[in-house]
């Protein structure tokens, strides 16, 4: 996992962030409603297949978390609106402080940690 975190590009590391605001998120809006998430794996399924066809990417072994991505974002960002819908949420901030330090605070933490360990070891690099 560190040697993970050492050779993260900021594409990815931006990709984790979306993730860990998400993961934040749902900690404090969680709602069990069977209905939101069905309708979040359905919307993945479709919009999912429909970026896998575009990009012309055969799931396979070696391209597998690109693969998994392209179902992942569109069931995080159905099921994030969902939450929030009516919470009072400005775009993708909450509506309190104390609730987006803490999402701020999951991203900064992690960017901070993989800067850190890129800075202590830096990744080799192929020649």
């Known amino acids: 996992m560190l040697s993970y975190l050492r050779t993260l ?3 990815i590391m931006l990709l ?7 993961l934040c998120t749902l900690l404090q809006y969680f709602d069990a409603t ?6 979040s794996l359905g919307i993945s399924a479709l919009i999912g297949s429909g970026l896998l066809l575009c990009v012309d990417q055969r799931p396979s072994r070696a391209n597998a ?3 998994l991505r392209l179902y992942l974002m569109p069931f995080g960002v159905s099921s994030f609106a969902a939450l929030i819908k009516g919470k009072g949420f400005y775009l ?5 402080l104390s609730e987006a330090l803490f999402n701020l605070g999951g991203c900064l933490g992690f960017v901070g940690l993989t800067l850190l360990l ?4 830096p990744a080799r690099q192929v020649t």
Not at 118 to 121: G, S
Request: with cysteine; hydrophobic share 45%.
């Open 9 to 11: 590009k900021p594409g």
């Open 65 to 67: 978390w690109s693969t």
């Open 118 to 121: 890129q800075h202590l070891a």
């Open 92 to 96: 993708i901030v909450p509506p309190h």
């Open 34 to 39: 069977p209905a939101l998430w069905l309708n």
């Open 16 to 22: 984790w962030c979306y993730l860990i605001w998400y």
